[in-house]
């Protein structure tokens, strides 16, 4: 018989939002008529943007034509996309950034879980505790991870962040070669200030550590001094990769597309001693295992950077953060301790008393029909507290505060 990557063994036994959605759909089956409100998984409700939209349509049209059919892309993404990027989400905020240090990719989830190929299977990874479980889950399965002890794994360094340190995760006491860091947060839904993450970034340089930086919810920031991209803090292009997302920005969980900031002056060092450049080979890694997003989600992404394209999603995200108000508002008056909701569309909520995560998704889900995501499923920090997302429609965020009220 073959033999596995015994790794696997040491995770848990489903991914956080597949185990949600195991527990939901069991649900269901046994309250068939409950009218169930989704506010667990981080999946938008609102259409694509009309700009997107017509992009697209537009790109179908092209792969019906002999002459504007387009087979196989570069596997780093086309010129188009990666042109109005460099130009909009960086040198347009006064980052110097080019087209070829931009990777597109079909999701910061699959990029952030690849990228770790082209690093040394022995090195050491920080991450904080509540996490993205992507993170973890994909260094267990490199190997990474050594023993599972409790919650945790033993090759693994975890950084609190708690309501006792204002979610800001604090400096390792001991160095690890890579730090995952995610602001706007998930799960906490905070972020971080650019002082705070100066801190970071000059930790990195002192230290020689790679910052895996996820600002996949970037377009949800509304505090100034919040920045959206870590290359706004100076020297960041030497320690940091940014991974960017159109899902939460435009919508496009279902059709697939972001990028990744691999800038040509980041370095690793080989075992020999010898400076490797990143950018070269995470294009040596991507040409091999990846064939490009598709031709027409990118061409849909293009449409994100025009003028109406840029007010067609910056509607929806107010739309998304004006749930997120109306959730904060209804939980503080409730009575509920929260974080998070002002830079991100996620909600961090306390659960009530001493409840557990899971007893208090399985009272909302049984009691009101509303489904979050246990807190302890992003980290042992995370027990006692829940995840909701602003993703849903008003009519329902309403309806299932409406429901929380005492
Ligand atoms: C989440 O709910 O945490 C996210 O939607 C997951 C993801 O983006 O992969």
Not at 52 to 71: K, L, N, P, R, T
Not at 143 to 169: C, D, M, S, T
């Amino acid at each position: 018989m073959v033999r596995i990557n015994d790794n696997y063994l040491r995770l848990p036994e489903s991914y956080l939002f597949s185990e949600v959605a195991r527990r939901v759909a069991e649900f269901q089956k046994a309250h068939p008529g409950k009218e169930i409100i989704r506010m667990g998984i981080g999946d938008v409700t609102r259409p694509l943007c009309k700009a997107a939209i017509d992009a697209m349509h537009s790109a179908v049209d092209d792969e019906a034509s002999a002459s504007a059919f387009h087979g196989y892309g570069p596997e780093q993404g086309y010129a188009f996309l990666r042109e109005k990027i460099a130009l909009h989400d960086y040198s347009g905020r006064g980052i110097d950034i080019d087209a070829d240090e931009i990777f597109i990719g079909d999701g910061a989830k699959s990029d952030l879980g690849n990228f770790t190929d082209i690093l040394a299977t022995d090195m050491t990874v920080a991450v904080t505790d509540p996490v993205y479980p992507v993170y973890v889950d994909t260094n267990v399965m490199a190997g990474r991870g050594g023993e599972r002890i409790g919650e945790h794994h033993e090759g693994i360094i975890y950084l609190p962040v708690n309501k006792q340190n204002g979610y800001v995760p604090p400096l390792p006491d001991r160095r690890p070669d890579v730090i995952y860091l995610c602001s706007p947060n998930n799960p906490t839904g905070t972020a971080l200030t650019r002082q705070q993450l100066k801190e970071w970034v000059d930790y990195a340089r002192r230290e020689g550590c790679l910052i895996l930086f996820d600002s996949a919810y970037e377009a949800y920031i509304h505090t100034a001094d919040v920045p959206h991209s870590i290359y706004e803090i100076e020297g960041a292009k030497e320690v940091a990769v940014e991974f960017r997302s159109f899902s939460k920005t435009a919508g496009f969980t279902g059709v697939r597309c972001g990028y990744t900031v691999v800038p040509r002056c980041l370095k690793g060092r080989a075992a020999d001693g010898e400076e490797v450049s990143l950018n070269r080979l995470w294009n040596r890694r991507q040409s091999t295992k990846f064939n490009g997003a598709s031709y027409i989600s990118q061409r849909g992404a293009e449409a994100i950077y025009t003028e109406e394209g840029q007010r067609q999603t910056k509607e929806t995200v107010e739309y998304y953060m004006e749930n997120a108000r109306i959730m904060r508002e209804a939980l503080s008056a409730a009575g509920y301790e929260t974080a998070g909701g002002v830079d991100s569309p996620y909600i961090w909520l306390k659960t009530p008393g001493r409840m557990s995560s899971w007893d208090f998704f399985d009272f909302l889900l049984s009691t009101h029909g509303i489904v979050g995501t246990p807190g302890s499923g992003f980290g042992a920090e995370g027990e006692g507290y829940l995840r909701l997302t602003a993703f849903n429609t008003r009519e329902a965020t309403l309806k299932a505060m409406s429901l929380l009220l005492p």
